[in-house]
């Protein structure tokens, strides 16, 4: 990486395949813009919900606009994505980490983990998406796979090679970045098991 | 209602049934309040997804507190309440009105009704829920019955007598105060029409 006076960044290209994380693009923008992408097509029905907070303290600078002076963030107490697809309600989180060897667990909460359970208790599908980003490697890890993990389990992070094991790839494209819909047609729908 | 000089405000009961809405109590609570029974009783998983706003501007006055200092409301593009019951995907908008005579249109925003539009399409179940505080009625009002009305109407509200005809009473309760899945589950689950 070369910065140049502008304090704009840009990478030296040598032949070498530009890895994705460099290019910027965190795993939400990603997950975002894929989902536009299934809204786009009509092939789902999946949004980020809000992140939660706190408001404490409102102007009304005039009539019909209220601006928040003073607000707080909330720890979520379910997943950060839902909705719907072939019939399905789909809810899941996505978690990103720099770890070259292992997920770190404490990224997920145990109420969220708890949210997971009670949506399939329900007959929803739920998941994990995990990107690696030291790999660029992004993972669709199925809510059961997980908890098959943590009942045979003491560890405090999930090791690298166990989610190549037993998580699903998710291959990186332009449109839509993260294709995750095409991997549960594949595994869920289609019921291979790995 | 008498104020009382510590601000507190009471009802004197004259054998008069006290009409909900005097006690202070709105659509919005309620619903949380019921959603939450739901959940403690293992029912359904249904949330509201919190109220999205664009932070502009955030504090950090210690290391790991973040204030927000500026910060606006957005208009939401979806519904405000998601979930999973029964194995299917939920999707609904709740809005309340002081109207004696209709329920004001204006209150749903186009990409909301569009977003209804999509969920059903893509299997799960959307509807509405009204209430008319001065009559402290409740209604669940099934998207395909809305958009009935939408073809049918040019009108910017729907009247209070359609709604009697063709959405679904949700009797008041205690524990849960807006029991709706009892409405969905005489009609949509038992497949009852009206």
């Known amino acids: 990486m070369v910065n140049y006076p502008n304090g704009k960044k840009t990478l030296i290209k040598q032949g070498i395949k530009e890895p994705h994380f460099q290019r910027?693009?965190?795993?939400?923008?990603?997950?975002?813009?894929?989902?536009?992408?299934?809204?786009?097509?009509?092939?789902?029905?999946?949004?980020?919900?809000?992140?939660?907070i706190t408001?404490?303290?409102?102007?009304?600078?005039?009539?019909?606009?209220?601006c928040i002076r003073e607000a707080y963030y909330k720890i979520p107490s379910t997943?950060?994505?839902?909705?719907?697809?072939?019939?399905?309600?789909?809810?899941f989180e996505a978690?990103?980490?720099?770890?070259?060897?292992?997920?770190?667990?404490?990224?997920?909460?145990?109420?969220?983990?708890?949210?997971?359970?009670?949506?399939?208790?329900?007959?929803?599908?739920?998941f994990l998406i995990l990107r690696f980003v030291a790999y660029d490697e992004t993972y669709l890890l199925y809510l059961k796979d997980f908890d098959r993990f943590l009942q045979n389990n003491d560890r405090k992070s999930i090791p690298y090679a166990w989610v190549k094991d037993n998580a699903y790839?998710?291959?990186?494209?332009?449109?839509?970045?993260?294709?995750?819909?095409?991997v549960i047609d594949t595994t869920f729908f289609k019921g291979a098991s790995k």
Chains 1, 2 share one sequence.
């Open 24 to 52: 910027g693009a965190n795993l939400e923008d990603d997950l975002n813009q894929t989902n536009q992408y299934y809204l786009d097509l009509n092939r789902a029905n999946i949004h980020k919900k809000p992140t939660p």
């Open 55 to 66: 408001v404490v303290k409102v102007d009304y600078p005039s009539r019909n606009k209220a």
């Open 79 to 91: 997943t950060d994505y839902n909705g719907v697809y072939r019939g399905i309600a789909i809810d």
């Open 95 to 126: 978690k990103e980490t720099k770890s070259l060897t292992a997920f770190p667990l404490k990224n997920i909460h145990p109420h969220q983990l708890q949210h997971m359970r009670s949506v399939e208790h329900h007959g929803g599908l739920s």
């Open 169 to 182: 790839s998710i291959p990186f494209s332009l449109t839509p970045p993260v294709n995750y819909l095409n």
